[in-house]
């Protein structure tokens, strides 16, 4: 097919499905995004760059944008999943064929929402200390331990879990990694409060939770290269800056800070005007590094380069929420429901934090970037190689 | 001039310390912050019982009569325990405004309730701009047979809702005046404005016709020798709370261990730490030399107190914000203090005008100096 077929049925499909006055499906009685996330499924458009056999169409990435870019004119959402879908990009590149065909279509229609089991009390920006274990009984595994930080957990129906299946090899070589069904009695969610007023992460406390034998991605024990796909899709997604704003928030995504300043009146500050400046070229360079490391970055390999997009997003959204706060003055003393502005800006100045401490924090990135990306000297690690059971993470009776 | 001596005042910083190391932990913070108020009355009962309401209060009218030094101290010790409640309103705004005015007939009436913490009194300065300056007043007066009548609005009116009794900056002819009016009286309609930091609490106050009774002498020279000291008390505040959290996350970063090691073996943070402890020692140092001018009318004071006016609030929000990432996840949970002290920092940052303010204001001192 031709680029100009291609782009010709993607706006025909699109013009005669999609309503983009109303930012809908003209044909899903609910409007609602899993109906659109079935249709584009259905059409195929959902992960062009995948092969047939998995949904997809097997485009070459110069083909698949042209297809996102007509999606995008129009504002339709419902592409791209191929780049953006950390839990399905995972599955496809390390399932079994059977779990694939189960749970592929159910995560790409969005019928499925996943959590990430990584993070656990003594094992944060040092995840491959983790204590949660799996043990293998039959056809199944049996997982025992506790996780924090989780993100989702209490609504998701799959978690991503990592835990330990060999006790005596060094740290990064004992780790698997499951697809666990969530909703089962050996798993109980306890949601913790946040800064932020949300309560989106919780404790997930794993009590014999048993997740089936066909549900272990890669090879077991080879779990933390896997962790390592999909903590770069992970850090991709946060580097293109998602989920910055506050649920109902007045303010939409694309924060204009030259809006606000004016409707502030100090758009004529001289401080304030470079103030403004830096945070907004700040922004755009990371776009622009993230459009030219995309293009050079091959599917589905993990990019050190994209750590740098995590960095500097979270460089961006801490100085946003700076100079916004400059903006509004007293004001940002506020809160509630009264002062929109305000609730936004202070939101705004905590949730920074979800991306300078989630997904690795920024501390962690500079490592990664320093050693992987510079090739540097590795920081000298204590007990890196040796078996994990006599470690320091591992408390002795 | 405060004829209170080092010892004495180290003393009185030891006993507020004692008190809110017993009742005003965490806990009792939060309690209070959850509470309507916005303060404990059993404490704020204590702390008047100190003295520590009294402290700018003349020995004429039933206060300690000390000034600038030892309300930084205290404020150090105010803004550790994230302290809630009107301390600042009543016991600095008001009480110093008072005390400098001429008026003797109204310090005998204000000064021994505001003394003993059985009056609360604000002082509404600042209009819907929130800058602190006298040309952001927005409340005009005027006289009416033998009264005067108040219109406009005040905002960002710190203990707003909880003051009984609002001291009331207004423009009177060419220049400013203060007024002293009822919180409940006809007139004048409060509105409490939710504020970020719940230990804080905020109003707008729209007057109408309000009447108001001057209080003599309390001008734009008086209101401006309030503002330093509130400035300073402020300044002692933030120079507490940044060493406080600061503490905090030392503390943090010496038992939390990651990679076999506490993360404060890791050069990133240890540095990020020493870095940090440059902008602790300074708010410290800027706070008690401000002080220090400001009580013996040092000819660099203006100097000395802007710079604790943005040095301090800077160094508290800085530090604040740091430490959440310093604690990694745990610093995102509401259940840590991290966030309180970031949610105060903020506020701070505001009160009695902003950073950039204060950063002009310092220049401006030193080039008349230069
Ligand atoms: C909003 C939010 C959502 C999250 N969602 C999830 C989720 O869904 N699933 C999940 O598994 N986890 C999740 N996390 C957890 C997150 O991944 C961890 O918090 C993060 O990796 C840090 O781990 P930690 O909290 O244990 O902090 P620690 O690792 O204890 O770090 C504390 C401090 O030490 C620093 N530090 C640690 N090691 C080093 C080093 N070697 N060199 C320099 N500095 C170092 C850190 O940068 C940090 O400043 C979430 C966190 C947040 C804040």
């Known amino acids: 097919m031709t680029d100009e077929e291609l782009r010709l049925e993607a706006s025909e499909w699109l013009a005669r499905n999609w309503d983009a006055r109303a930012r809908k499906s003209k044909y899903d009685p609910d409007g609602g995004l899993k109906g659109w996330l079935k249709q584009t499924f259905d059409a195929r458009w959902s992960v062009l760059r995948w092969p047939e056999e998995w949904y997809g169409r097997g485009l070459p990435d110069e083909q698949a944008k042209i297809v996102e870019q007509e999606f995008a004119r129009v504002g339709a959402t419902g592409t791209g999943l191929d780049r953006s879908h950390l839990a399905a990009n995972t599955l496809l590149t390390f399932g079994q064929d059977a779990l694939k065909r189960e749970l592929l279509p159910k995560f790409l229609t969005g019928q499925y929402t996943n959590c990430l089991l990584y993070s656990e009390p003594g094992a944060g920006s040092d995840l491959a200390a ?78 014999n939770a048993v997740v089936p034998a066909g549900n272990l991605l890669g090879k077991e024990n080879d779990g933390w290269k896997v962790l390592q796909t999909a903590l770069a899709y992970e850090r991709l997604v946060m580097g293109e800056g998602a989920g910055e704003r506050r649920q109902g928030s007045s303010i ?47 599917q589905g390999t993990s990019s050190p380069i994209m750590s740098l997009g995590k960095l500097a997003m979270s460089r961006i959204l801490h100085e946003d929420a700076r100079v916004m706060t400059t903006i509004l003055g007293a004001s940002s003393v506020l809160d509630g429901a009264e002062h929109p502005r305000a609730a936004d800006v202070n939101y705004r100045a905590f949730n920074a934090y979800m991306t300078s401490i989630g997904g690795g924090t920024d501390q962690i990135q500079r490592n990664i970037i320093g050693e992987r990306v510079l090739g540097l000297p590795r920081e000298v690690e204590l007990n890196r190689d040796l078996p994990f059971r006599e470690s320091l993470a591992v408390p002795k009776s | 001039m405060s004829t209170i001596n080092a010892e004495e005042r180290q ?15 965490e806990a009792d913070v939060r309690r209070a912050m959850a509470t309507d108020s916005g303060f404990d009355p059993v404490l704020w009962r204590a702390i008047a019982d100190m003295g520590i309401l009294g402290l700018l209060i003349p ?66 300065i600042t209009g819907d701009r929130g800058l602190w300056t006298p040309t952001d007043v927005s ?24 003051a009984d009794t609002l001291l009331v900056i207004a423009k009177a002819g060419s220049g400013l005046a203060t007024f002293e009016v009822d919180r409940g009286a006809a007139g004048v309609a409060v509105t409490a404005l939710k504020s970020f930091d719940r230990g804080q609490r905020f109003a707008r106050i729209v007057f109408a016709s309000a009447s108001g009774a001057p209080i003599e002498g309390a001008n734009e020279a008086a209101i401006e020798k309030m503002l330093d000291l509130a400035r300073v008390a402020l300044a002692g505040e933030q ?3 940044t060493r406080h959290v600061f503490d ?40 008690r030399h401000a002080a220090r001018a400001l009580a013996e009318g040092m000819p660099d004071t203006e100097v000395l107190v802007s710079l604790a006016a943005f040095v301090c609030a800077d160094a508290f929000s800085q530090i604040a914000a740091t430490s959440i990432q310093m604690h990694g996840g745990i610093g995102f949970t509401a259940e840590h ?25 310092y220049l401006s001192a030193l080039e008349k100096a230069a």
């Open chain 2, 337 to 361: 203090p991290a966030h309180l002290y970031l949610r105060r920092a903020r506020a701070d940052a505001q009160l009695f005008g902003n950073s950039s303010l204060y950063r002009e204001r």
């Open chain 1, 130 to 207: 983790l204590r949660a274990r799996a043990d293998r009984d039959g056809d199944r595994w049996l997982i025992n331990g506790q996780k924090v930080w989780t993100s989702g957990a209490a609504t998701a129906d799959y978690g991503l879990l990592i835990a330990r299946t060999d006790w005596d090899a060094p740290k990064h070589k004992g780790i698997s990694f499951f697809f666990i069904p969530m909703k089962q009695k050996g798993i109980e969610v306890r949601p913790l409060h946040q800064i932020t007023g949300d309560s989106h992460f919780s404790e997930v406390f794993l009590d």
């Open chain 1, 252 to 298: 939409d995504n694309k924060i204009s800070l030259i809006a606000m300043a004016r409707e502030a009146g100090c758009i004529d500050d001289p401080c304030i005007r470079q103030d403004i400046a830096r945070a907004l070229a700040y922004r755009q360079l990371n776009a622009l590094n993230l459009q030219r490391a995309k293009a050079e970055m091959a």
């Open chain 2, 239 to 241: 120079a507490g709370a």
């Open chain 2, 59 to 124: 020995a004429d009218f039933g206060g300690i009569g000390a000034g600038a030094e030892e309300i930084e101290l205290v404020m150090e010790e105010a803004g550790a325990a994230l302290l809630c409640g009107p301390l600042m309103s009543s016991g600095v705004l008001a009480a110093s405004l008072l005390s400098y005015s001429s008026d003797e007939h109204a310090k005998a009436r204000l000064l021994p309730a505001i003394g003993s913490g059985e009056r609360i009194a604000t002082v509404a």
């Open chain 2, 248 to 287: 905090m996350t030392v503390e943090y970063i010496k038992t939390r261990v990651q990679f076999g090691r506490p993360i404060g073996g890791f050069q990133a943070i240890k540095h990020m730490a020493a870095d940090l402890l440059i902008e602790v020692e300074s708010a410290t140092s800027a706070a």
């Open chain 2, 139 to 162: 409340v005009t007066a005027v006289r009416d047979g033998d009264g005067w009548r108040l219109d406009g609005v005040a905002s960002f009116v710190t203990a707003g809702t909880q």
């Open chain 2, 11 to 25: 003393a009185i910083r030891d006993s507020f310390h004692r008190l809110l190391a017993e009742t005003g932990r």
